[in-house]
T-cell receptor
Framework: AQSVAQPEDQVNVAEGNPLTVKCTYSVSGNPYLFWYVQYPNRGLQFLLKYITGDNLVKGSYGFEAEFNKSQTSFHLKKPSALVSDSALYFCAVRARGDMRFGAGTRLTVKP | NAGVTQTPKFQVLKTGQSMTLQCAQDMNHEYMSWYRQDPGMGLRLIHYSVGAGITDQGEVPNGYNVSRSTTEDFPLRLLSAAPSQTSVYFC?????????????FGSGTRLTVV
């Protein structure tokens, strides 16, 4: 069965600094990996996905993610954080059928 | 573009009551699913459907029923509410069950069982 792990419950960064939100995965076969963001009292919104090809995936709002097969990781990154990036971020993996989510990482960007 | 619509947004139930959470999508998506979100546990799959007339259980199906009579609608029924079912419920849809497709989520239903 596929699964993802987000090792950090909370990430704090200062505005303007680079940010990284970590995710590792476990899957048999090819990994199909996703990042979603959740703002307060809202549903999850799609940021980006990795299916195949280039290991650096670019997504919405200036976010990107780096796929590393040897480390089974799919970390979310942004070169310069904004206060408005503060939210709950979920990593997810999908095999045939359902999608499995990590526990989430709360990102706080301080002015 | 409505996307995925969930109703109601908030609900308070007494223990033992039953209710149905509604979910409708207008994107002609074949795959639909229900998740519950609890603090520190991420999203856990309750039930899913790969098309009209076809449903299956996810990780935490006990206490919940679903049906899929049309492509558009996927209601979730709580048979006899328990305080452990206090949670935020999300409905999601996808073009198909192929793993390359992501989900579109509804805005959620916050359920409290007292």
């Amino acid at each position: 069965a596929q699964s993802v792990a987000q090792p950090e419950d909370q990430v704090n960064v200062a505005e303007g600094n680079p940010l990284t939100v970590k995710c590792t995965y476990s899957v048999s076969g090819n990994p199909y990996l996703f990042w979603y963001v959740q703002y307060p009292n809202r549903g999850l919104q799609f940021l980006l996905k990795y299916i195949t090809g280039d290991n650096l995936v670019k997504g919405s709002y200036g976010f990107e993610a780096e796929f590393n097969k040897s480390q089974t990781s799919f970390h979310l990154k942004k070169p310069s954080a904004l206060v408005s990036d503060s939210a709950l971020y979920f990593c997810a993996v999908r095999a045939r059928g359902d999608m499995r989510f990590g526990a989430g990482t709360r990102l706080t960007v301080k002015p | 573009n409505a996307g995925v619509t969930q109703t109601p947004k908030f609900q308070v139930l007494k223990t033992g009551q039953s209710m149905t959470l509604q979910c409708a999508q207008d994107m002609n998506h074949e795959y639909m699913s229900w998740y519950r979100q609890d603090p520190g546990m991420g999203l856990r799959l309750i039930h899913y459907s790969v098309g009209a007339g076809i449903t299956d259980q996810g990780e935490v199906p006990n206490g919940y029923n679903v049906s899929r009579s049309t492509t558009e609608d996927f209601p979730l029924r709580l048979l006899s509410a328990a305080p452990s079912q206090t949670s935020v419920y999300f409905c999601a849809s996808s073009y198909s069950d192929s793993p390359g497709y992501g989900y579109t989520f509804g805005s959620g239903t916050r359920l409290t069982v007292v």
